[in-house]
């Protein structure tokens, strides 16, 4: 059975930090990009960040560039979206997904084929 579950999530100040976890199992993780959405209360879900499987090449919304940083564990089969200076505008579920094997990394959620339950982040002014 696959998995995905993120941890983490939380109440936080801004100018606070949080780090993200996305465990995985029930694939081969090494063959799949992860990548990290957010969706706030009313808006479309979007792309936050994804990790290539082969290169460990990073992307990263404009938003959060700076400061968020996504980084990925084989041993552990596991993802972490480490994410500083929050701002009030980073409220929002998150959740990580796995993409199809072959596709590129990309922020769009087309090709995500697995997805976590979503980890829910607060960041109070």
């Known amino acids: 059975e696959v998995q995905l579950v993120e941890s983490g999530g939380g109440l936080v100040q801004a100018g606070g930090s949080l780090r993200l976890s996305c465990a995985t199992s029930?694939?081969?993780?090494?063959?799949?990009?992860i990548g990290w959405f957010r969706q706030a209360p009313g808006k479309e879900r979007e792309g936050v960040s994804c990790?290539?499987?082969?290169?460990?090449?990073?992307f990263y919304a404009n938003s959060v560039k700076g400061r968020f940083t996504i980084s990925r564990d084989s041993a552990k089969n596991t993802v972490y979206l480490r994410m500083n200076s929050l701002k009030p505008e980073d409220t929002a579920v998150y959740y990580c997904?796995?993409?199809?094997?072959?596709?590129?990394?990309?922020?769009?959620?087309?090709?995500?084929?697995?997805w976590g339950q979503g980890t829910q982040v607060t960041v109070s002014s």
């Open positions: 997904a796995a993409k199809t094997p072959g596709w590129a990394p990309s922020l769009l959620s087309f090709g995500y084929d697995y």
């Open positions: 990790i290539s499987n082969s290169d460990g090449n990073t």
């Open positions: 029930g694939f081969t993780f090494d063959d799949y990009v």
